[in-house]
């Protein structure tokens, strides 16, 4: 055989393996599976996390509305599930050797179950949203103008003053050093027991329901920040700067191994969760719950609002 022909067979060979390669079918990418809480909001921000990936070609399996926090929990751990929104006050309930009492600081509440999540479990804690959904107290944003409340500040000098008050509030609240003793020692006032309705349960939408129709003289009552009824009920949430019960700031927390296959992942959803303030995300809840919104569709209208979706 001629030698000269050889470099012609070799690169003819090369060809045909190139063009081989190109045929054989590439390997499945693996979906992200998303889930969340089963309430509007977990519908909200779950869905909106799968439009943005979506966008992006990021295949996933929606599994929103998963199940309770403990299940969600469970599953994320096991490696059932990859992505899911949790709160970073809950952060003190996963971990027993942790300083529970840093979890009332957003910020080092954030840092310290990041780090330790990210230790021993290999999850990310993304960036969370501005908006605190936990136990506050509230009034009617009537009642708040007419007597200049704000804050947990303005309602203790209401107090201390001797104008009426009657709070409407679970019993765990009321004896939880982290609840109502936790306020009144922090703001400097105190409510007797016949200032006290004690429900057995935390059902706020009793509680709502009472501070409304003003039922046996209640005015204030215990609420959870980022509730939708509030802004249909023309509810006022009190500032706590004293940041009382912990922070529970909604959060995207993703498996590692997952952030290493779509390093996209990590700051995807920044600009979508840090534009969730607490009357945002009030309104957003309230359009599902209440107006019976799709979650999907109060989502995407939400996102192409903000400039973070185009379709």
């Known amino acids: 055989m001629n030698r ?3 470099p012609i067979l070799l690169s003819v060979l090369l060809a045909a393996l190139v063009v081989l390669s190109a045929c054989s079918p590439k390997p499945p990418v693996t979906p992200v599976t998303v889930a969340t809480m089963v309430d509007s909001e977990g519908a909200i921000l779950g869905k909106g996390m799968i439009l943005l990936m979506e966008a992006k070609g990021i295949p996933v399996t929606d599994k929103v509305g998963f199940g309770t926090p403990d299940i969600l929990r469970k599953a994320l751990v096991a490696g059932e599930v990859d992505l899911v929104v949790d709160y970073t006050g809950s952060g003190q309930y996963y971990h027993e050797d942790l300083d529970t009492t840093v979890f009332n600081d957003p910020v080092k509440g954030y840092e310290l179950i990041r780090d330790t999540d990210r230790k021993r479990h290999d999850l990310v804690w ?20 007419e007597n200049g409340l704000r804050s947990m ?3 203790a000098a209401y107090v201390n003053a001797g104008k009426p008050v009657k709070l409407i509030c679970a ?8 609840g109502l003793p936790g306020f009144e020692k922090a703001y400097g006032f105190k409510l007797r027991k016949d200032q006290l309705i ?9 509680m709502l329901k009472a501070l409304v129709d003003g039922t046996d003289g209640v005015n204030v009552s215990l ?10 009920m023309n509810v006022l949430v009190l500032e706590d700067p004293a940041n009382v019960p912990p922070v529970y700031l909604p959060t995207p927390i993703l498996r590692g191994a997952v952030l290493e296959k779509h390093p996209a992942l990590k700051d995807l959803f920044t600009a979508f969760f840090e534009s969730l303030d607490l009357v945002t995300l009030q309104r957003l809840n309230a359009r599902v719950a209440f107006d019976g919104e799709d979650p999907k569709e109060v989502a995407r209208s939400y996102l192409k609002e903000r400039g973070l979706l185009k379709n």
């Open 4 to 6: 000269k022909k050889y």
């Open 126 to 145: 993304l960036a969370p949203a501005k908006a605190n959904n936990t136990e506050a107290l509230a009034v009617l944003r009537s009642f708040g103008q």
């Open 153 to 155: 500040k303005d309602l």
């Open 171 to 178: 019993v765990g609240f009321a004896e939880n050093p982290l």
């Open 198 to 206: 004690l429900l057995e349960s935390g059902n706020t939408a009793q």
């Open 223 to 232: 609420v959870y920040g980022t509730d939708g009824a509030l802004d249909k």
